[in-house]
T-cell receptor, first 115, second 109 residues
Framework: EAGVVQSPRYKIIEKKQPVAFWCNPISGHNTLYWYRQNLGQGPELLIRYENEEAVDDSQLPKDRFSAERLKGVDSTLKIQPAELGDSAVYLC?????????????FGPGTRLTVL | QKEVEQNSGPLSVPEGAIASLNCTYSDRVSQSFFWYRQYSGKSPELIMSIYSNGDKEDGRFTAQLNKASQYVSLLIRDSQPSDSATYLCAVNRDDKIIFGKGTRLHILP
């Protein structure tokens, strides 16, 4: 069974430019998460989807970040415009239960560098 | 007080010995607990989950949970160089997973 797929794996952009990340969760997993991980820190939740509904976006900086999961499967996370402090690894995870506390499986992540 | 606290390490353990990783959490209503392993430059990989007080064993790994003390630990028996990684403790609070900063483990050959 394929795991969580993310693309791109690496992205380098200049500040003020837009960037988008894509995630395809494990087949059949209804819950999808986007995390940001800074060096030496644990992942921090940005947004959680149950099917196509964003049930927790309290940590998403809504002035510049947006996300969508239109058909309850793939998801896209966008930053516009990017700032230097957005440099981090962006992780997507999925779980099979309709609860935020279920076991999560992570994709390989996208390493973003903002210059 | 941080919600999930771990000693950042590095924790150095001789090969073949037992590595003991500890984690404390602040919210008593936390319901489920997870240990993830993260190799440098890689994403977190789930290795153990535990939901009730006591011990849970899986191969060389044992997770221990004490809800009264708000404490969860991971023991790795017969440590191998391949166990060298950062170990992240994660706690479910109100359907939200909160991660600690992780403990760096170094197994000495």
């Amino acid at each position: 069974e394929a795991g969580v797929v993310q693309s791109p794996r690496y992205k380098i952009i200049e500040k003020k430019q837009p960037v988008a990340f894509w995630c395809n969760p494990i087949s059949g997993h209804n819950t999808l998460y986007w995390y940001r991980q800074n060096l030496g820190q644990g992942p921090e939740l940005l947004i959680r989807y149950e099917n196509e509904e964003a049930v927790d976006d309290s940590q998403l900086p809504k002035d510049r970040f947006s996300a969508e999961r239109l058909k309850g499967v793939d998801s896209t996370l966008k930053i516009q415009p990017a700032e230097l402090g957005d440099s981090a690894v962006y992780l997507c995870a999925s779980s099979g239960n309709l609860a935020g506390g279920a076991e999560q499986f992570f994709g390989p992540g996208t390493r973003l560098t903002v210059l | 007080q941080k919600e999930v606290e771990q000693n950042s390490g590095p924790l150095s353990v001789p090969e073949g010995a037992i590595a003991s990783l500890n984690c404390t959490y602040s919210d008593r209503v936390s319901q489920s607990f997870f240990w993830y392993r993260q190799y440098s430059g890689k994403s977190p990989e789930l290795i153990m989950s535990i939901y009730s007080n006591g011990d849970k064993e899986d191969g060389r790994f044992t997770a221990q949970l004490n809800k009264a003390s708000q404490y969860v630990s991971l023991l790795i028996r017969d440590s191998q160089p391949s166990d060298s990684a950062t170990y992240l403790c994660a706690v479910n609070r109100d359907d939200k997973i909160i991660f600690g900063k992780g403990t760096r483990l170094h197994i000495l050959p």
